[in-house]
């Protein structure tokens, strides 16, 4: 489904990723885990088409098609869903409001129909109360005012909403307390653990991989993946640190 090769990506023409590779299947939970500073992030915003991340080399293909020759926009119609380490407010636009903009953006770019109102409110409850956000939040502007945990609900909800095909959630888990963790990763597991839609969750702690378990693991230090196994790899990282990995 993903396939990255050689990615080499600047920020203000500092090199941060260094020929990156790592291929995503479908069906498939990848967890990439590293120290501060690693790139991990910058990965996640290069993927997404963020402005001021130049790709320098390399290249990245989903579903087959060249990602990086795409709009942020039509990566989203394609299918590419990003979550953000600090979920952006949107002041004056109800959560509502934007996943209904956003939802039926995605579908008139892949062709589809547009969803009603109706429908819409019926997708958005289901999902809120799944993920059990209460439907009032989702009436209020996008994230002001929300806790850290409620915005990482409001996270869930907004992709199980949009359905995207693949998930790319950048310390989904951070800030949270044991029954936000627990209510995000059985959201991550329900929306996105199928046979054709795949996950890459980048983390600093192993909790979350108890709730989510990754089919592998990667660690990411100085641009690159140095390191990749299944779930013990995690295990391992959290009691040796990512020190050992330097030896
Ligand atoms: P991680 O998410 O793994 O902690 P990041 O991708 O956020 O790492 O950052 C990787 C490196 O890129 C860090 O050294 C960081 O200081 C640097 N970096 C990130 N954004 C910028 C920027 N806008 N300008 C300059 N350097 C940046
Ligand atoms: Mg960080
Ligand atoms: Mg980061």
């Not at 892949?110 to 958005?124: C, I, K, N, V």
């Not at 939040?137 to 806790?147: E, I, T």
């Not at 909403?161 to 693949?166: E, F, K, N, S, V």
Request: avoid cysteine; aromatic fraction near 6%; hydrophobic fraction near 40%.
């Amino acid at each position: 489904m993903l396939n990255i090769t050689n990615l080499h990506a600047t920020v203000d023409d500092k090199p941060i990723l260094k020929g990156l590779t790592l291929s995503i299947g479908a069906g498939e939970v990848h967890a990439i885990m590293g120290p501060n500073g690693a790139g991990k992030s910058t990965l996640s915003y290069v993927l997404g088409g963020r402005p001021g991340y130049e790709v320098t080399d390399g290249s990245v293909t989903f579903d087959g098609q060249d990602l990086l020759a795409l709009e942020p926009h039509e990566r989203a119609a394609a299918g590419l869903f990003l979550g953000f380490q600090y979920p952006v407010e949107i002041p004056g636009v109800s959560n509502v409001q934007f996943l209904r903009t956003a939802l039926n953006a995605q579908r008139r770019a892949r062709g589809e129909e547009e969803l009603s109102a109706g429908d819409f409110l019926r997708l958005a409850r289901a999902q809120a109360d799944a993920l059990g956000l209460d439907m009032e939040m989702l009436k209020r502007p996008v994230n002001v005012g929300f806790s850290g945990g409620e915005k990482k609900r409001n996270e869930m909800v907004q992709m199980g909403i949009l359905g995207p095909r693949l998930a790319i959630l950048d310390e989904t888990d951070s800030g949270l307390d044991i029954d936000a963790l627990k209510a995000v990763g059985e959201g991550i597991n329900r929306i996105m653990r199928t046979p054709d839609k795949a996950v890459l969750l980048i983390t600093h702690y192993q909790r979350l991989l108890d709730y989510v378990r990754p089919d592998f693991v990667h660690v990411l230090a100085g641009g690159r993946i140095v390191r990749s196994g299944g779930p013990d790899l995690a295990l391992e990282l959290e009691r040796e640190g990512y020190g050992a990995l330097a030896a």
